[in-house]
């Protein structure tokens, strides 16, 4: 796979004691204790948090790996599409809604070899919905809903700025130097919105297709992919380029969307799929060219991929299947499918029927078996299922962080 190349994904024990933070949230008894992994991978099993949201008790853990001991754990939240990690800083950022009052929030927990704080709570007027990180990780950015803002968060500081009017309703995101690149959500009148930071304002708006979704920057030509109703519209976003629409990629079928999938090549959109008019599911990644600027397809039998998480260095996806109970690998530099690995049971009537997570290091990975409950343990260089860890509650967004 050429350097500039972006991915697609193609079609989203704990302790019978009760903990508390240090701010004082209070995690109920869960059923003690994970059963231990496989006797060859115990002894490889680095300590691990999984930070996991329960999908119906609007709660957020950060649970020890293996022992299943509860961390920290934050009442009244519910997450919104991703958990994001920052591994370097032993942090997982996580956005989403209040359940006990009006309002967003931004948490940021940390976890390390000694347990799991709360480092961040942060209130947000209104809802944020998608992210996006730098490919460096330095800073994320999220959209708010009712205000059509954009928000942003250092990585380091933790320090938040926020830009109200800066984007829509339903926005997906991408840094590019000093500017942050916006779509302008799910509306017929799609456009391509570009922040200039440093004058604080959005100076320029770029009429594109339908249904704008999935947005990737490519650091490397100072261009803006924006997946649309329609197909693939190039926006400038640097130089003589800036602010003008240049060419259409066409789609392998009208209608599908697909969100971009991260990789330290390129741009970032989080999980999911070619997802074909009528929700069908394709049996395929498409790949953006963003050197020839053109579609590419990874073929994978008759399965069908949806979530999708990529490794730190670009090399290896990991897909969730539509049709079997299984995690699919793709090596991503080859642009091929090399097989599924058996897991735990996903729930394939939601949109997001799984979240996946491939810790830094590229060999472990977990995966949400909603249907289960439980979090499967993945050995990438086994190719193998290690241990299947019990939830007392149904799982939806995770993240592993090795600490």
Known sequence: MKRRDFLLASAGALSCLAL?????????PLPAGFPPPAPEAAAALPPAALFVQEHHGHRLHAIAVPSGKTLASVDHFSASHAIQLVPGKKRAFVHGR???????????MRADKDGATVELDHDLPEHPLHWQPRPDLSEIVYNTTGDHGLTIVNTDTLEVESFKGAAGPHSLMGFLDDDVVSSNGLVDSGQVRILDRKMGYVDQQVGVGPWPHGLAICAENGRAYCW???????VGVRGRERGRRLKVIESFSR????WFAWTP?????SHDTSWLPGDRWAPYLTVVDAHAERLERIESGDRQPGTL?????????LASCRNTSEALVFDLKASRYTGAIPIGASDPSNFFDRDLSI??????????NPADPSV?????????????LPLAFRPGWMKLLLV
């Open 309 to 317: 998480t990529v490794s730190d260095d670009g090399a290896l996806g």
């Open 265 to 269: 090549q390129g741009g970032r959109l």
């Open 255 to 258: 209608g599908q969307r697909c």
């Open 228 to 234: 649309c109703g329609d197909g693939v519209h190039v």
């Open 359 to 368: 810790a830094p290091g590229g060999r472990w990975a977990a995966v949400t």
């Open 98 to 108: 209040r359940t006990d009052r009006p309002g967003g929030a931004l948490i940021v």
């Open 376 to 388: 499967s343990v993945v050995d990438l260089t086994a190719r193998r299922e290690v241990a299947r």
């Open 20 to 28: 508390s933070d240090r701010h004082g949230r209070t995690a109920e």
